[in-house]
Structure formats: C-alpha cells, structure tokens
C-alpha cells in the first residue's frame, strides 16, 4: 500500500463545530415536538374514535422522538468529517448510513456556503461543493462561520489555479 493510498484510507481530519450537535438536536426536536402536538391534538379533538389507539400512538411517537434526539446529534457528530486537501476535498457523512466521498479539485465546479435563521442562531455554516459527479454536490455541514468563510475562499483559489475542465 503506497502513502497515497493509506491517505485515501483514513477518515477526513476535520469534525464539524461543536455547536453542530446543539443545532441537529433542536431541529430533530422540533420535528418531534410538531408531530406529537399534532398526534395530542386528535386525540383531543376526535371523539369519535378510538382513544386507546391515540394514546399508543403518542407514547410510541414521544419515545421515539426522545431516542431520536437524544442518540442522533452525537452520532452525527462522531461520524461527520471534512478536509480540504491541495489535489481534492474529503468527507464523510452520515448517521444510519456513512458515505464517504473525495472529490478532485479539477472536478469540482462551484462553492457555495449557506446560513438559514437556525444556523445564524449557532454560529454555523453549511458549504456545498458542486461537481461534475453523478452523486451530486458534497455537503460539509455545522461548520463554523471562519472556517467556512475562508475554506470556501481557499477552495475557490485552488479551483481557479487547478488545470482541468470540471467535467
């Protein structure tokens, strides 16, 4: 196995901030606290049916929200990584499912960062780099405002300075 191959072996160095696992636990959160209101609502408002069934349904969405929120942001974050390299970009992403991804600096074809409301709240940046692979763009997600400000301005100098047609 050569030095470049070992390289390609080894997860990415860079983990997401530290406040991508307060922001994943808010938005899994959220998600749950709608669909249990919503459940809690019917069981309410609905006479005519059965209420056991709703009471059930409940329990089982309010358990399962909490597992949820409780294992997946930590998850997340163990798993999550990114490194920006001269020749390509490298991360890793997943929770259920990992994938890990390189992509060519030649190959790459734009560099885009985004902020919604909830991630200008935790100081956080998502980047996405577009290429000409089938998989679709590379999402670098919970980075700090800095990083990904200077990643991005980093990875947009080395596309420019990188022979290739992006295709």
Sequence with gaps: MTAGTADLLRPPANLPDRRAVAYWTVRA??????????????????VDSRPGLHRIALVCTVAAGALHTAVMPRWRYRV??????????????????????IAPVSRIQTVDSERGPLERLFGLTNITVTTASAAGPLVIQGVDQETARRMVAELTEQVRHTKGDAT
């Excluded at 959160?29 to 609905?46: I, N, P, R």
């Design 80 to 101: 999550h990584r990114w490194e920006s390299a001269p020749a390509a970009l490298y991360t890793q992403t997943g929770w259920l499912v990992e994938e890990r991804r």
């Design 29 to 46: 959160l959220s998600a749950w606290v709608v669909l249990s209101v919503a459940q809690a609502a019917l069981l309410l408002f609905d």
